[in-house]
């Protein structure tokens, strides 16, 4: 059984999708904690729902990026995680983080790496005119949105598309393919 702790910032569907997937036995794991930085963060409600422990570290209390990782580690520690799962995480993580979790933490990002990392990917994309765009999921490396790939979908570029349709479409791919990387991760690292 995987023991995770999840990062989340924003609406929290993917925590959702993952809390699922464990629900229904698609993925022999638990959830920890839920640590979100925004205390506007839809991801507390959903844990709630779900009876499952979270933490607010709001980032506008520590000063620097350090800080809140260190934060984040010792929370992370507390609640018996053993895997960082970044579900919608929008800070930049340091050093601190990383090295607290070697090859075990992941993200999931709105496009088809290494095309359009950092921020506003879905614009990036519908700016450059792509016909196809996806979501990835990888291991965080401390280059942003770098790192191995464990799992990528695709999803078509429609002609009327806005931000918003495109990343509706593309959330569905994520929430498939974050607990099948989660499990895919795992194994990886039974059997390096
Ligand atoms: C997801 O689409 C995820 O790919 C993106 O934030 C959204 C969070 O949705 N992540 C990033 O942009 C990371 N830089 P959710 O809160 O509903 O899971």
């Not at 990062?7 to 629900?23: Q, T, V």
């Not at 999921?137 to 999803?155: F, K, M, N, T």
Request: charged letters at 20%; a negative charge.
């Amino acid at each position: 059984t995987l023991r995770l702790g999840v990062l989340a910032s924003g609406s929290g569907s993917n925590f959702e999708a993952i809390a699922r997937a464990i629900d229904c036995g698609q993925l022999n794991a638990e959830i920890r904690v839920l640590i979100y930085n925004n205390p506007q963060a839809k991801a507390a409600d959903r844990a709630k729902k779900w009876g499952i422990p979270s933490v607010l570290l709001d980032h506008r209390e520590f000063k620097r990026r350090e800080e809140l990782d260190r934060g984040i580690v010792a929370t992370l520690k507390e609640y018996g995680a053993e895997w960082t799962i970044m579900a919608g995480w929008m800070r930049i993580v340091t050093p601190v983080l990383i090295d607290a979790f070697p090859d075990r933490i992941l993200n999931i990002h709105p496009s088809l790496l290494p095309s359009f990392p950092g921020i506003r990917a879905i614009e990036q994309a519908l700016n450059a005119g792509v016909k196809v765009a996806g979501c990835t999921v990888h291991r965080v490396s401390l280059e942003v949105d770098c790192g191995p790939i464990l799992a990528q979908a695709v999803v078509p570029v429609l002609e009327d598309d806005t931000p918003e349709t495109l990343h509706a479409r593309i959330q569905i791919q994520e929430h498939e393919i974050f607990p099948r990387a989660i499990a895919l991760a795992a194994l990886q690292s039974q059997n390096p």
